[in-house]
């Protein structure tokens, strides 16, 4: 199936703990990024990268550490998890960020999510 | 700071309902407008607006943009249970596909 998948679909974990998500998309597309969604349902993106290279790295603590081995992958590493951390990760993907025309911006294809809980 | 905000926060229809949803942004350098919708897991593309007043359907939803007054609609007409689900706007930049997303309307049709 052609898809962005991510793993592990649930993750509980206690205070402390480092912990990592695995995401990978088989659709072509040369644009990656992990969102963050609260209990509030809001989607924050967290970083975005393209060809292997950081393009949006948003405010976030620098206990979060993605890493993109290559265009079909991308990985998120959280160290010394808190509490507030707990929410749903989306991994997505999208054709290229720095395509510039009239047709406006790419469409993101969504994984299936991780729910994080910390204890 | 871009923002995107989404009315009403939720609702409850009757099967055979029209619904409309409501989104309205703040964004500089805005290039498209884009709606998804969230069932249980991944939200799921259903369209991109770039050009005011032009409507985009597919079936029973259709979508307008208004760049004049920063908002956009989503109508869902005929509604049925399958409709059931959270819509999410988001409103894109220019440059480096990145989405500011809405908070997301819940839409629950009963039989």
């Known amino acids: 199936d052609t898809a962005v998948s991510q793993t592990p679909k649930y993750l509980v974990t206690q205070m402390g703990n480092d912990k990592s998500i695995k995401c990978e998309q088989n659709?072509?597309?040369?644009?990656m990024y992990w969102y963050k969604q609260d209990s509030k349902k809001f989607l924050k993106i967290m970083f975005s990268?393209?060809?292997?290279?950081?393009?949006i790295n948003e405010t976030v603590p620098n206990r979060f550490s993605p890493k993109s081995p290559d265009k079909a992958h991308l990985n998120l590493h959280i160290n010394s998890l808190e509490l507030g951390d707990s929410a749903v990760y989306f991994c997505?993907?999208?054709?290229?960020?720095?395509?510039?025309?009239?047709?406006?911006?790419?469409?993101?294809?969504f994984g299936n999510g991780t729910r994080l809980t910390v204890t | 700071e871009d923002k995107v905000v989404q009315s009403p926060l939720s609702l409850v229809v009757h099967e055979g309902d029209t619904v409309t949803l409501n989104c309205s942004y703040e964004?500089?350098?805005?290039?498209?407008l884009l709606w998804y919708k969230q069932e249980k897991k991944a939200p799921t593309f259903l369209f991109m607006l770039t050009s005011s007043g032009i409507e985009k359907k597919s079936g029973r939803l259709s979508s307008i943009l208004d760049k004049k007054e920063l908002f956009s609609i989503l109508n869902i007409t005929a509604t049925q249970t399958g409709d059931s689900a959270i819509y999410l706007c988001a409103s894109g930049k220019a440059a480096g596909n990145k989405l500011t997303f809405g908070g997301g309307t819940r839409v629950l049709v009963k039989p």
């Open positions: 997505a993907s999208s054709h290229s960020s720095t395509h510039r025309g009239p047709s406006g911006n790419s469409p993101l294809h």
């Open positions: 659709l072509g597309h040369d644009t």
């Open positions: 990268y393209n060809n292997k290279e950081l393009i």
């Open positions: 964004v500089t350098n805005f290039r498209s």
